[in-house]
């Protein structure tokens, strides 16, 4: 299928993501030494935590009382001057973002590989396990009342006989690739509009693909990815009606 070009296209959000396996122990000192490795490209570096909670028992009123852990970090998150650059690491995972406005696959891409081989050179995974791409699509329709048919192939259906308005909606998809070795993980969402009488309907398309034993300089890794953009693309295309390419165009 050709790809086709919108003008207002509706990526919030845009994610390669690369998981791997490593010999050594994870140290997040290591990781946070990385911030000196891409000064060049980000700006600023904040740490990432994790907090573990546990129920540890119910109060008089029946409610669960529970306890946390001490904060522990567990990667990096840099970003850009203008924060539509993203890059976190954490224990065996790589993850760059471009946020909205998108630009196109082939600048994504031709920034995304340079900070992985740097990261490579530097970190040293031995093998990656799994990649993927994500597109995070909001599209915003000047209405304050739908069809969710009118502008999607995919959506949910209510049974006749019962009320048919809709405050929230999360409607979930895993669909096997196998020509491509890859799933296909599609979320169909409500979200909180971003402008006065309309509604803003969340497309998320993420497209795994599990990836043993691969070298992590293997040029595999971005053929993998090429092939599950491309496939994001027909299935955007074909969730969509010609409306919603009238909002896009």
């Given at each position: 299928?050709?790809t ?46 994790w ?20 904060p ?7 970003s ?40 490579v ?68 969402a ?5 402008l ?9 398309i ?15 890794i ?16 074909s ?8 909002l896009?165009?």
């Amino acid at each position: 299928m050709p790809t086709r070009y919108y003008n207002n296209a509706p990526i919030a959000e845009a994610i390669i993501n690369i998981q791997f396996r490593q010999i050594d122990p994870f140290n997040c000192a290591t990781i946070r030494a990385l911030d000196k490795v891409f000064v060049d490209k980000f700006t600023t570096s904040t740490p990432i935590h994790w907090v573990e909670f546990n129920v540890i028992g119910l109060e008089p009123s029946g409610v669960p009382s529970a306890a946390s852990t001490m904060p522990s970090e567990i990667g990096i998150r840099l970003s850009n001057l203008n924060n539509d650059r993203v890059l976190q690491i954490q224990r065996g995972n790589f993850a760059f973002s471009h946020m909205a406005p998108y630009s196109s696959w082939g600048e994504f891409r031709a920034e995304a590989k340079p900070l992985w081989d740097k990261f490579v050179s530097n970190y040293c995974p031995i093998e990656v396990t799994r990649c993927s791409v994500r597109f995070i699509n909001k599209i915003s329709i000047p209405h304050p009342s739908i069809e969710l048919h009118d502008y999607f192939h995919l959506y949910p259906k209510i049974p006749k006989g019962i009320s048919q308005d809709v405050n929230g909606m999360l409607l979930q998809l895993q669909m096997p690739q196998s020509d491509i070795s890859s799933t296909a993980v599609i979320n169909l969402a409500l979200a909180q509009p971003e402008l006065p009488n309309h509604m803003t309907v969340v497309l998320d398309i993420d497209l795994v693909a599990e990836q043993p034993n691969l070298a992590p300089s293997s040029a595999d890794i971005w053929a993998t990815l090429d092939k599950a953009r491309n496939r994001k693309n027909e299935l955007f295309e074909s969730f969509i009606t010609d409306e919603t390419r009238k909002l896009i165009a």
